[in-house]
């Protein structure tokens, strides 16, 4: 029952920041800060993949899962703060081609194992 929480947890944590996010902000979101709330979201979705897929391989650990998080999330966003500040604007598609790869991927794999090893059906 451990390995079936552990797949989860990321998920339930994704919906949970969403929720709050919105809850914090009814006004919505300005114009300048959408690019980077779109850049947490992608970031928060490689982190939900990658827990998943660390869930399917027994290796999960929710200390790395949230470090993992916060610290990408900080490095993403520096980055690109930096690239506009510079006028490398292109340093935020960088980062968008990069976080949806690595999102394909966790879910190619997941995909796989899913395919591969189907949860056992119950006999009635």
Do not use: C
Not at 37 to 65: K, N, P, Y
Request: aromatic share 16%.
């Amino acid at each position: 029952m451990r390995h079936a929480r552990s797949i989860w947890f990321p998920v339930a944590g994704f919906l949970a920041g969403f929720g709050l996010l919105f809850w914090l902000l009814p006004g919505g979101v300005s114009y300048s800060a959408s690019d980077y709330l779109f850049l947490t979201v992608l970031v928060g979705l490689d982190s939900v993949v990658g827990g998943i897929r660390a869930g399917i391989q027994h290796t999960f650990r929710a200390e790395l899962f949230v470090s993992g998080f916060l610290l990408n999330t900080l490095l993403t966003i520096s980055l690109v703060m930096f690239g506009v500040y510079t006028g490398l604007n292109d340093l935020y598609l960088a980062a968008v081609v990069f976080l949806g790869g690595r999102i394909f991927l966790n879910f190619s794999v997941i995909r796989r194992h899913w395919l591969e090893n189907p949860t056992p059906r119950a006999e009635s």
